[in-house]
């Protein structure tokens, strides 16, 4: 049987795509109406961003392994997390947690290498753009990893927490993705991380100035993997 994956949700539209991608990409491996048996829990996104705009990643940590605790105990037997920005806390959380963990920025790297990727632009939250979540994993797959000039990332910060986490996803917002993308292309970029949970649900790979690495999707194809490992 496949084993029980357990979701540490962050923000909702992020969580409810990483379960829904589970659950449609696992059908063709398992077979019609089938997937792994999932469990998700989210403390209120509210609660964290108290946190992370602190900084405080311990306690970031704390209400993750909050929830990989609860997860545990009704039976998970590992543990994946969609919001990329509260992978900063990964460190503190893997030293306590009951269950295994996969990484979702070495989701991402593994599908950058094996596409001979060797330049990234890295798009998300103001936290993870000038954070060590994707500069520190994808150095150790011998890739680069580039990040928006400061003007940019303000707005791209204001479009996801002002919009995207809410579930609202507008033409402006998306054609002023494509032209950062644009300007990070020039800089010699040849993917583009969508390093928020929740920017695969406004950026369209087929007009996209740079070929797309959905961490949200690549997260649940590999926790697939790993539940049918």
Request: aromatic share 6%; net charge negative; charged share 25%.
């Amino acid at each position: 049987m496949p084993k029980h994956i357990g979701i540490v949700g962050c923000s909702a539209e992020g969580a409810a795509l990483c379960y829904r991608t589970i659950c449609g990409e696992a059908q063709p491996l398992l077979g019609e109406h089938m997937h792994p048996e999932i469990s998700m829990h989210t403390h209120p996104l509210a609660e964290y961003m108290v946190h992370i705009r602190a900084g405080d990643w311990e306690k970031v940590a704390a209400l993750m392994l909050s929830s990989t605790q609860k997860l545990s105990r009704i039976g998970a037997q590992f543990a994946i997390c969609p919001d990329n920005t509260i992978h900063e806390a990964f460190d503190f959380v893997i030293e306590k947690s009951p269950i295994p963990w996969i990484h979702i920025a070495e989701s991402v790297a593994d599908k950058a290498r094996t596409e001979g990727y060797k330049q990234l632009a890295i798009l998300g939250t103001k936290y993870l753009m000038t954070g060590p979540v994707y500069p520190v994993t994808l150095q150790k797959f011998d890739i680069i990893g580039q990040i928006p000039a400061e003007n940019d990332r303000e707005h791209i910060d204001e479009i996801i927490f002002k919009e995207l986490v809410n579930g609202v996803f507008t033409e402006k917002s998306r054609r002023y993705f494509n032209e950062v993308i644009e300007k990070l292309k020039g800089r010699g970029c040849e993917a583009a991380i969508l390093g928020c949970t929740e920017i695969p649900l406004l950026v369209n790979p087929d007009d996209c100035p740079l070929p797309v690495l959905d961490s949200t999707r690549l997260l649940a194809r590999a926790a697939i993997e790993g539940a049918l490992a």
